[in-house]
C-alpha cells in the first residue's frame, strides 16, 4: 500500500491558523477531493472535529487518544498510528492519504512514499506548520501550475513527489 501525505502549504509552510486553513481555495479543494475520493483518508482528532463529518465516498480513519465506537461504516477511530494503517490495509486500500493535521504529518512524513503538495505562492502567518521536507528526497511526478483568479487568491502549484529508494 502506498502512503501519501497530501496538504496545501505556503511557502513558509503554514497550514493551519485557529483550528481551520487561513485561506479559501476551490482549485485546492477540487484538487483535493480528485486525488483522494475512493481512498482511505487519515487525519487526527482536531482535523476531524474541524471537517466536522466524514468525508463522502471515502473511508475515514480518525487517530485519536479516546477511541470510540462507530456506527458509520465509512468512520473508524484509532489510537495508534499503526492501527490507522492496518484499517487501511484490511480496507483494501491501494493508496492511504494522511491528511494532517500538523502532529500527524510529523509522525508520518519520514515513512510517506508520496508528497502530493499544493505550493501556496504566499507567506501567511498560522499557528499550525507542515514539516519541512528536502525535495532532493523525492522525484516529481506530476506537476501543474494554477493562476490566482477571482474564487483563489493566490498562485498554486500542485505537485506529486515520490520518495526516491535508495
Known amino acids: ?49 474541524s471537517i466536522g463529518r466524514p468525508l463522502p465516498g471515502r473511508l475515514n480513519i480518525v487517530i485519536t487518544g479516546s477511541p470510540k465506537p462507530s456506527d458509520n461504516a465509512t468512520l473508524r477511530y484509532v489510537k495508534t498510528a499503526e ?42 502567518e498560522g499557528d499550525t506548520t507542515f514539516p519541512e521536507y528536502d525535495v532532493r528526497d523525492y522525484g516529481i511526478i506530476a506537476s501543474e501550475h494554477f493562476s490566482a483568479n477571482e474564487k483563489n487568491a493566490y498562485d498554486m502549484d500542485f505537485i506529486t513527489y515520490e520518495k526516491i529508494k535508495k
Open 1 to 49: 500500500m502506498i502512503l501519501s501525505l497530501i496538504v496545501a502549504h505556503t511557502r513558509n509552510f503554514t497550514i493551519g491558523r485557529d483550528g481551520g486553513m487561513p485561506w479559501h481555495l476551490p482549485a485546492d479543494l477540487a484538487h483535493f477531493k480528485k486525488t483522494t475520493m475512493g481512498s482511505p483518508v487519515l487525519m487526527g482528532r482536531k482535523t476531524y472535529e
Open 83 to 124: 492501527e490507522a494503517v492496518k484499517a487501511a490495509e484490511e480496507a483494501g486500500a491501494k493508496e492511504l492519504f494522511v491528511i494532517g493535521g500538523g502532529s500527524i504529518y510529523r509522525q508520518f512524513i519520514d515513512r510517506a512514499d508520496r508528497l502530493y503538495i499544493t505550493l501556496i505562492d504566499a507567506d501567511i
